[in-house]
């Protein structure tokens, strides 16, 4: 297996080896302090071990329902939000593409459904489930989130409308808490089986337990590859010596990133593969970093795309407020040969016989000059191929840098009090229950 590289020399122009140096201390009591758990939010860091510390007869489990799932429907329909969707969704789109529900063959379509409250969304996923056989998978480590439950209570009726209460019984699989909250106790009443979110697993840490991988042994992806690669990078980043640990020198170069004044990190792609990939990654980081008003604000790019629409901003006002954080591969999931046109009508004729991923590595090559030229430096993470394994990898190695990237910047990585206040506003204004005494006043400042 191949490790993941971290090549920062387009970066020195704006953060030096002495100031990575200097950052280094701070990175290491950082990566100590995850070591030895005992930061902020320690009773949250069951991820750092689950790819060697998991529930095999559950994994076990995972494959055989994945099989049962495969053999049995046409449609399987994923429900969950933030960390309990995201995940799975970028994994899947990554390794078989933006398209896998139009070129899936042998293994169902999935829609992720219930991470909006849309009913537009609902209602286009219940008309195509119209004569195809479907399970559900609800995923929601606190059982009690808004968006997938509406969700569910419509794809459970559209389950029981469809088939026996026995059948449907079968068809319907919950992952969430392992004895508490709403969903567990109707999956114990109704006889639904179901998948453990361990308690020391915050929902955007959750890709490799139950969460993702149900849905990515749905997709026919191979999850012993994906926890191996994950193992090989829990085994690989403990070094407390930067020039021995990429992860930690990323953690402490995008900490230095934004001790200079960087306030946005664009994580950048050339394969639109990856797009859910980015998602994936904004979440984490957000929901992780941003707090007590600090935080480098993730944003994300899929390249050549993007240089046709926010590349001018990025070119010509990026560089007091951002750097980019590039994940490159060597090939691409496939290739293909331009070919020689006679008469060379359209003035490729110099490229004939070239593969069409040449191209978009010159255009890698081309942007990664211009926006350092820019003043926008550039972090560039290469892997050789995009596997299994290599995404396994990836999810380790940013989890990891995440959490030491947190600890270097002072806060507490693993909670999100932030994402509360939405909540309350809206569920006072949807006169819950318990919410009665702030729903006159919201209104009031709404004029409503
Ligand atoms: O990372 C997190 O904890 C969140 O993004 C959650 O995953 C998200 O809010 C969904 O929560 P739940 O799984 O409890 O429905």
Same mark, same amino acid.
Request: aromatic share 10%; glycine share 8%.
């Given at each position: 297996?191949? *490790?993941?590289?971290?090549? /920062? ?23 100590? =302090? ?14 750092? =071990? ?12 995972? *494959? ?58 609902? /209602? ?19 059982? =009690? %989130? ?44 109704? &006889? ?45 980043? /403990? ?51 941003? *707090? ?14 993007? !240089? ?12 007091? !407020?951002?750097?980019? %954080?590039?994940?490159?591969? &060597? ?17 490729? /004729? ?16 081309? %942007? ?8 926008? &430096? ?52 949807? &006169? ?17």
């Amino acid at each position: 297996m191949e *490790k993941l590289k971290l090549v /920062n020399k387009y970066a020195n122009k704006f953060v030096s080896e002495e100031e990575i140096n200097a950052m280094a201390p701070r990175a290491v009591d950082a990566i100590r =302090t995850l070591h030895s758990k005992n930061g902020e939010g320690n009773d949250f860091l069951g991820w750092t =071990t689950l790819p060697t510390d998991y529930d095999k007869e559950e994994f076990a489990r995972i *494959k055989e329902t994945a099989e049962f799932v495969k053999n049995n429907c046409d449609i399987f329909i994923v429900i969950g939000i933030g960390g309990s969707y995201l995940g799975a969704r970028a994994v899947i789109e990554a390794l078989k593409s933006q398209n896998y529900n139009l070129l899936a063959k042998d293994t169902p379509q999935i829609f992720f459904i219930g991470n909006t409250i849309s009913p537009a969304m609902v /209602n286009e996923l219940v008309s195509l489930c119209e004569d195809k056989d479907i399970c559900v998978n609800v995923i929601s480590k606190s059982g =009690t %989130t808004t968006e997938p439950a509406i969700a569910f209570r419509i794809f459970r009726d559209l389950v029981y409308k469809k088939y026996s209460a026995e059948e449907a019984a079968k068809r319907i699989f919950c992952t969430t808490d392992k004895e508490r909250g709403t969903l567990k106790n109707l999956a114990d009443e109704q &006889g639904y089986e179901t998948f453990v979110v361990p308690d020391d697993v915050g929902g955007r840490f959750s890709v490799l337990t139950a969460v993702g991988l149900l849905p990515i042994a749905v997709a026919g992806i191979d999850i012993d590859e994906l926890m191996a690669g994950a193992k090989f990078a829990q085994d690989s980043l /403990n070094s407390e010596d930067l020039n021995e640990n990429d992860c930690l020198k990323y953690a402490a170069i995008r900490n230095c990133f934004y001790d200079k004044g960087k306030r946005l990190e664009c994580f950048i792609s050339y394969e639109p593969c990856m797009t859910m990939f980015n998602e994936w990654l904004k979440q984490l980081y957000a929901e992780s970093e941003g *707090k007590d008003g600090k935080g480098l604000y993730p944003v994300s790019c899929v390249f050549s795309t993007d !240089l046709h629409s926010v590349g001018q901003f990025i070119q010509e006002s990026g560089s007091s !407020l951002m750097f980019e %954080t590039c994940v490159k591969f &060597g090939k691409p999931l496939s290739d293909l040969v331009i070919e020689e046109q006679e008469g060379n009508i359209d003035g490729l /004729n110099f490229l004939a016989g070239k593969q069409m991923s040449y191209v978009n590595e010159k255009a890698r090559q081309g %942007t990664l000059l211009a926006h350092t030229e820019g003043g926008v &430096g550039n972090l560039i993470l290469e892997f050789d191929e995009i596997s299994a394994a290599n995404m396994g990898y990836l999810i380790y190695f940013f989890e990891k840098a995440c959490a030491i990237s947190g600890y270097i910047l002072g806060i507490n990585p693993f909670n999100q009090p932030g994402v509360e206040s939405y909540k309350k506003n809206m569920f006072a204004l949807l &006169g819950k229950p318990g919410y009665e005494s702030e729903k006159e006043k919201l209104e009031k400042e709404l004029g409503i």
